[in-house]
């Protein structure tokens, strides 16, 4: 079983229609969660980062963690064509590691 | 904003060659990593490097080795390429602590 689990999707949703990506995860040492949004043929750029339970808003996105369902969401509201991406969530913390374990990432196209 | 640069978008190489991807970061960082980027298989870490001349291995380094020698560049080296390696490479840098990584735009490589 991975550590990190995210549903592929494709996703495809109507513009202006709220998203909602999701990732459970299974170690419980997990602290420190990250969204990354990628463009094809881009690297990765850091959307949102969090550390404790509860949500944390910045414009249209928002981000919510709860630690004790091992489980991380991502919220866009009224998404855009230009939302289209793929989404990849990320954590890390508590097992001495410095790098992050990946979700394999959620492909979204929001439609005109 | 922190500016992470890989040396080429795009490289194709022979089976057998010796390939180097360089990595640069303007934000003095202290750890540096290399990952690929797979369908299907997501962001897996091949090393990562804490501090100059300081490095460990991640999940997969094996045909892998790394060279730091000066904190703003993080080598990968492949040391006989084969086709297996083919694959999109990312860098990504981090100032100490549980900071969120942040990623160069990736080297797409070819090995034929």
């Known amino acids: 079983q991975k550590e990190v689990e995210q549903d592929p999707g494709p996703l495809s949703v109507p513009e202006g229609a709220i998203v909602s990506l999701n990732c459970t995860y299974s170690?419980?040492?997990?602290?420190?969660f990250m969204w990354y949004r990628q463009y094809s043929r881009k690297g990765p750029e850091l959307l949102m980062y969090?550390?404790?339970?509860g949500n944390k808003e910045d414009g249209r996105f928002t981000a919510q963690v709860d630690k004790s369902s091992k489980y991380i969401s991502l919220f866009i509201r009224d998404s855009q064509p230009s939302d289209s991406a793929t989404y990849l969530c990320?954590?890390?913390?508590?097992?001495?590691?410095?790098?992050?374990?990946f979700g394999s990432g959620t492909r979204l196209q929001v439609q005109p | 904003d922190v500016k992470v640069t890989q040396s080429s978008r795009y490289l194709v190489k022979r089976t057998g060659e010796k390939v180097f991807l360089e990595c640069v970061q303007d934000?003095?960082?202290?750890?540096m990593f290399w990952y690929r980027q797979d369908p299907g298989l997501g962001l897996r870490l091949i090393y990562f490097?804490?501090?100059?001349?300081?490095?460990e291995k991640g999940d997969i380094p094996e045909g892998y080795s790394v060279s730091r020698e000066k904190k703003e560049r993080f080598s990968l080296i492949l040391e006989s390429a084969s086709t297996n390696q083919t694959s999109m490479y990312l860098c990504?840098?981090?100032?100490?602590?549980?900071?969120?990584?942040?990623f160069g735009d990736g080297t797409r490589l070819s090995i034929l």
């Open positions: 170690n419980s040492a997990f602290q420190y």
């Open positions: 990504a840098s981090r100032t100490g602590g549980r900071q969120p990584q942040h």
């Open positions: 934000m003095d960082h202290e750890n």
């Open positions: 490097s804490y501090d100059v001349k300081m490095k």
């Open positions: 969090t550390y404790s339970s």
């Open positions: 990320a954590m890390s913390g508590g097992t001495g590691r410095r790098a992050l374990t």
